[in-house]
């Protein structure tokens, strides 16, 4: 299964201080706040819906009933991620709802930045990083908080104490060595019971999800659906079975709401395609059905015609260690007509892409087909895209299906635009680049780079290449995810130099890719070290990816000089001495990327990851930390949504649809807990 969403890098919000700059802003746009609150690590932001009165009445209630139906998940995600996050979530949200205390004192502002911090990553544990986090308050202001609640309030189990739910839970929260990280990708370790996530139950082992879906694959099959994508693998008197997402199975109560409003926005649907999408999710939705989901997942790919668009459901499989189980995201967006004209030209090329690609012939795809693009204007995030989330996206992550039918790529626009607005103003260019000569470069070039990046990355990167005949789509498993997204990296840089970006006009300058190449640089060998605690190593794919191509390339390169660490007043920055041959070494790595990817080669998987995508340097480490904080920039963004209300006429009939943007974070993760949360506290078997 591919991995195809593109986390924000760590330095595309700095280039907003571009010498290009666009169109002269509106005056609403020069009044838009786009910074919203900074807590811990984490910087909150908002993103405007730009041309939302260009779209009519009726696509406008599509969009709001989609919205919807993409916030009516967000329970699910919480317990997908531990089993306890609801409980704390709801105790946390009582007490933060009804505290009588001094909330001026330390203990008090630690609690609601807590609190704060759950929200972000939905549960316990680092969005990013997947480490769990502690409070910064003392379980006995906990317990005390937690005793002045009325009873009623605290989200305890049928006929348990508050006493014996304290017990319980106050162990989960601040033992640091219980449910440590909610992703284990250490190398020789059970990486299933060594995950605090709760995709799978109690005494369920690697070798157990191993043995139990490679019963399912059949080699032969040349369809074969995401066998445990929308399910929960258990342990019943010694027996696996699996708890299934649907309506009468597991997250039936929310995955019914979401149905109602998805068949709420199936009466608005722009055309007969786009309605038959909704129908087949909603089938999937009740039946659990993978086949139903292939069926929707290809329906979806063909509607290329429709102005709004969504993507809603079990879809990434980030969150599992063994890529099979699924995280429930959701988002909803509208074409930006204007954008996607240029961004179709990437599709419309992709081709001639594959052909000239430096990947052996045997590991290239024969026909390219479907391979869609367009830039859009996000209207909700929800689930797994919420509050952080992606740039760009890539599906349907099946191979068969990208191989017959094709793929969407998106690039969201007002996202980006979002984080570059918000980075007015700060000195991150300065401090971590290494001469007035490439500052320049990015300041000219820098955003404009990375958002052809992140277009040749989705739209061509991941919709590259093929897998041999036979190899198992799952067959590198723990370094899957870092595999795919290193591959779909290295398509992106590569052709970003060509000159072929200057014959279709994606850039017009030969000397812009030279942005590109140093930030990835500077990104992958220094300042995504910010992102990391002390004395951990690397965890996350994408940052696993950056830091495999950056020390690759930096090892490779070493007897030319390609790249450099250089010392400078204390300080350590990257100095790139030949552009041209960088790209060589970039091509070099993409073609043995494709054949590991091509032929299931987990060995060399695991020794590429774990030689140059795992581990940090200490001192360096420290260096990098120091610099960041000096800067007072938080190394994560997220966002709030737009607030959306549907005007109705005495008949019901939604007549308008208003948006506004004065909810605070904190007012729409309490109103959300209180309007969008069907779930039960304890959904699974323990």
Known sequence: MKRNILIMTTTLMFFSCAKKQPARPTAQEEQFDYNVEQFADLEILRYQVTDWDSLSLQQKSLVYCLNEAALYGRDILFDQNNRYN??????????????????????????????????????????????KFLPEFTPEFFADAVKSLDSALVPRRENQSV??????????????????????????????????????????????????????????????????LNSRLIKEDGKLAEEVYKIGGLYSQAIEKIVYWLEEAGKYAENARQKKVIELLVDFYRTGDLKTYDEYAIAWVKDTESVVDFVNGFTESYGDALGLKASWEASVNFKDLQATAKTKIIGENARWFEDHSPVAPQFKKESVKGVSAKTITATILGGDCYPATPIGINLPNSNWIRKEYGSKSVTINNITEAYGKAAAGNEFLDEFVCSPAEKEIMENFGLQTDNLHTSLHECLGHASGQLLPGVDPDALKVYGSTIEEARADLFGLYYIADPKMLEIALL??????????????????????????????????????????????????????????VKKDGKTYVVINDYEKMRTLIGNLLAE?????????????????????????????????????????APYKGFVNPVYEAVRDRQGSIIDVKISYKEGYAEQMMRYSKDYSPLPTYNSLF
């Open 508 to 565: 017009d300058n030969p000397e812009a890719y030279k942005a590109e190449y140093y930030k990835y640089m500077m990104n992958g060998l220094i300042t995504q070290l910010s992102r990391i605690e002390p004395g951990k190593q690397i965890e996350e794919a994408h940052m696993r990816n950056r830091s495999l191509i950056a020390h690759w390339v930096l090892e490779h390169g070493q007897a030319d000089k390609v790249v450099e660490l």
């Open 86 to 131: 609801l409980a704390i979530r709801r105790t946390l949200e009582a007490i933060y709802a009804n505290y009588k205390g001094d909330t001026a004192s330390t203990e008090y502002q630690a609690f609601v930045t807590y609190l704060k911090r759950v929200w972000f990553s939905s549960g316990i544990h680092h969005h990013y990083g997947a480490e």
């Open 593 to 633: 990327i494709q054949r590991i990817k091509s032929e299931g080669d987990f060995k060399a998987a695991r020794e590429l990851v774990e030689q140059y995508g795992v581990k940090v340097n200490p001192d360096l480490h420290k260096e990098v930390s120091e610099r960041y904080d000096k800067l007072g920039i």
């Open 163 to 228: 006493d014996a739910f304290l017990a319980e839970i106050t162990p989960v929260m601040f033992q640091p060595e219980l449910y440590a990280k909610k992703i284990s990708q250490d190398s020789g370790v059970d990486v299933i019971a060594g995950s605090a996530n709760n995709y799978y139950g109690e005494g369920v082992t690697q070798k157990d999800v191993e043995l139990f879906y490679g019963a399912m694959k059949n080699p032969a099959d040349s369809t074969p659906v995401p066998f445990g």
